[in-house]
């Protein structure tokens, strides 16, 4: 109970104490009228009129009077009073005297009425009159809050209760006074009783809930952000709610934020039953998209993609949202190599990451180039040169040679290319680039001179009978250097080709060879370029048989005939035809014509004389080459023999 009621209560009571005596006011009795006292004055008796007022003319009604006053002795006793009630006498002056003291009269009251009093007799007598009523019935009490509690029967803030009383009969002696509660908390009973001036009481009561007090509200967020305070991902805020008194009406959905960007404010409000809210607020930011990454490498590769020198790439990184956290350090590529695959990540602050890669083909390394001919120092006597050169790169590879500045064309493996000389010495340099651009260059020099060196051997055809000299001059031409260096070639393996010494003093060997031709040569020393020969017929002391190179035909100079014989006559010859010519190459005479097709065997040999009249004509005395062909009775040529040297009769055989 609280203390405004205990308040209450207590003024009723002592309301209660000083308006009815207990000496005149019983339970259930009320004083509708006084007391009132009336007293004789000097002179004439005057009627004294009071007009009063009850509230329920039906209830029961008792005048009563105390002659001589309530107290004893307060008043002298009158001895005559004439008493009347809207105009009908009630006591009459026979009714009193000095031995009454105490007169009661059932009466009937209007609800307004007038009381006439006249006194009589001595001056200093006095009475006092009442009018009781009796009421047993309780009077109504209702209580009243404001403000009003709301349909969940709370109060965000303190409280009035206010009550309100009436009685129909006696009416109202106390009613409490309004009460102020601010007190929280449920189920607060609050009573007030009102009492009527008969002592009825009523009582009633309010409980009253009182919640001044916001509600506690946290917001969460799943998934939790990273150290930077970004999500990557959808995230969901909750709210968990708390209200210790009067709990919780409305706690806030989970929001779930996709939307990209910082600081997005997520806000809730709780509230609780009384009415009470309070605002939470969270800040989720949000990036769901990769940065963005680019390469530039610096320098930049050359058009065939490579690198002559170290390459740095660098890295750009952009991010819109949340911005970049690591973007790669540049990366200096200094190691040779095709294809070097260079990777870079970008992470933005939010933990989204995107990568890129390079290719780095880096070749610091020079090609190697050299001279293959001609051999440094080499001389020409004519323009241009061709100059064979070998470049090779083990990395990005050969990309172009240059001679004198001028592309060389690539056979295989080897670099050519003719190099304009002009008089005198010459430098040529070959240079090779590889793909990445490094080169590296050869050089040599080589002299011209146009003016051609020439060496004339005397006699230019000798024959040499075997085991017989020769000497043979040689003179050389343009330069006044006459020296040269003699060599002798030729034979058939088995003899031959003799020998020469310094002075070109040539020696036949012991037999001739087959054919009987050696070469002699003088190179001039000035220029090995220059050289000049002479051409040498080895001579037997007799007459001998030579065979061609297939060894299926010979022929012998007898002097006065010549003798052939062969091997392999193809089947169905029907006609030979023998033939001469001064070199082996032609141009060819045709000497015989023989159609003896009985006659002839794959094998064998015939003897043709100046007598002979297929023969036409025979010469003996000079040196010939003989082939013989083959044909068939239709004229098709079957075979055509190798051609086969015959020497000039040397002599009798011996
Ligand atoms: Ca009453
Ligand atoms: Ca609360
Ligand atoms: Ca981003
Ligand atoms: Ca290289």
């Known amino acids: ?3 405004g009621f205990l308040r209450a209560a207590v003024i009723c009571i002592v309301t209660v104490f000083f308006t009815f005596p207990a000496s005149t006011v019983f339970p259930g ?45 307060e008043f002298e006793k009158v001895s005559s009073a004439v008493i009347s009630l809207n105009g009908v006498q009630i006591v009459g002056p026979n009714e009193f005297n000095q031995n009454v003291t105490l007169i009661e009269k059932p009466i009937t009251l209007a609800a307004s ?24 019935d309780p009077p109504t009490i209702t209580a009243s809050v404001n403000p009003p509690s709301n349909a969940t029967g709370w109060n965000s803030s303190g409280v009035t209760v206010s009550f309100t009383c009436s009685d129909a009969t006696s009416g109202i002696a106390s009613c409490p006074n309004p009460m102020s509660v601010s007190t929280e908390g449920a189920n607060q009973v609050v009573s007030g009783t009102a009492v009527d001036r008969a002592g009825n009481t009523a009582s009633t009561s309010v409980t009253l809930n009182i919640d001044k007090t916001p509600p506690t509200l946290s917001p969460t967020v799943t998934p939790q952000p990273n150290l930077a305070g970004w999500h990557k991902s959808d995230a969901t805020v909750s709210f968990t709610c708390t209200d210790a008194t009067s709990g919780i009406a409305v706690c806030p959905s989970p929001v779930t934020v996709n939307a990209e960007g910082a600081n997005q404010i997520i806000s809730g409000t709780a509230t609780d039953l009384a009415g009470n809210s309070a605002t939470a607020s969270l800040t989720v930011s ?16 050359n058009a065939a993609g490579w690198h002559k020198s170290d390459a ?9 949202t949340s911005g970049i956290a690591v973007c790669p350090s540049p990366v200096t590529v200094n190691a ?22 390079v290719f780095i083909s880096l070749d610091k390394t020079a090609p190697s180039v050299a001279i293959n001919s001609p051999a440094n120092g080499s001389s020409f006597t004519s323009s241009p040169v061709n100059v064979t050169s070998a470049a090779t790169d ?27 000389l002009t008089d005198g010495p010459n430098t040529i340099t070959v240079e ?9 260059t050869s050089s040599i020099t080589v002299n011209l001179s146009t003016v051609q060196v020439a060496v004339r051997v005397t006699p230019e055809q000798a024959d040499v009978t075997v085991k017989q000299t020769q000497q043979f001059i040689a003179t050389v031409l343009v330069t006044t250097d006459q020296r040269v260096t003699w060599s002798v070639s030729g034979g058939d393996g088995t003899f031959g080709p003799g020998s020469i010494d310094d002075t070109g003093l040539y020696t036949a060997p012991n037999n001739a060879p087959e054919p009987p031709f050696v070469t002699i040569k003088a190179t001039s020393v000035a220029d090995p370029s220059a050289s000049g020969t002479a051409q040498v017929v080895i001579r037997e002391l007799a007459n001998f048989g030579q065979s061609n190179t297939d060894g299926d035909l010979n022929a012998t100079n007898m002097g006065d005939y010549l003798q052939i014989g062969w091997g392999g006559l193809p089947v169905g010859t029907a006609k030979i035809v023998l033939s001469r010519a001064p070199n082996k190459d032609g141009s060819w005479t045709a000497v015989l014509i023989d159609e003896f097709p009985d006659d002839l065997t794959s094998s064998g040999s015939i003897v043709y004389s100046s007598r002979s009249t297929e023969l036409m004509p025979l010469d003996t005395a000079h040196d010939y080459f003989y082939k013989l062909e083959a044909f068939s009775s239709t004229g098709a040529l079957l075979k055509s023999y190798s051609p086969v040297f015959v020497p000039k009769f040397a002599g009798p055989s011996s």
């Open 1 to 3: 109970m609280s203390r």
């Open 29 to 73: 009795n009320f004083v509708g009228f006084g007391p009132q006292n009336y007293t004789r004055g000097t002179g004439s008796p005057v009627a004294v009129t009071n007009a009063f007022t009850v509230l329920n003319p039906n209830t029961s009604y008792t005048l009563k009077i105390n002659n001589g006053g309530l107290v004893d002795g």
């Open 113 to 136: 009425n007038q009381l006439s009093v006249e006194l009589r007799g001595k001056p200093g007598g006095g009475i006092t009159i009442q009018i009781i009523g009796i009421d047993n």
């Open 286 to 301: 949000l990036d769901k998209s990769a940065p963005t990454i680019a390469t530039a490498v610096n320098p930049a590769p």
């Open 312 to 320: 740095t790439v660098s890295f750009t990184c952009t991010d819109a």
């Open 336 to 357: 040779e190599g095709a294809n070097q695959l260079i990777s870079g990540t970008s992470t933005d602050l939010a933990g989204n990451s995107a990568s890129t890669s």
């Open 394 to 420: 083990n990395l990005s590879g050969i990309a172009t040679v240059l001679c004198n500045g001028s592309p060389a064309a690539l056979t295989t493996s080897t670099f050519s290319c003719d190099v304009p």
């Open 432 to 440: 090779a680039a590889d793909i990445a651009g490094n080169t590296s």
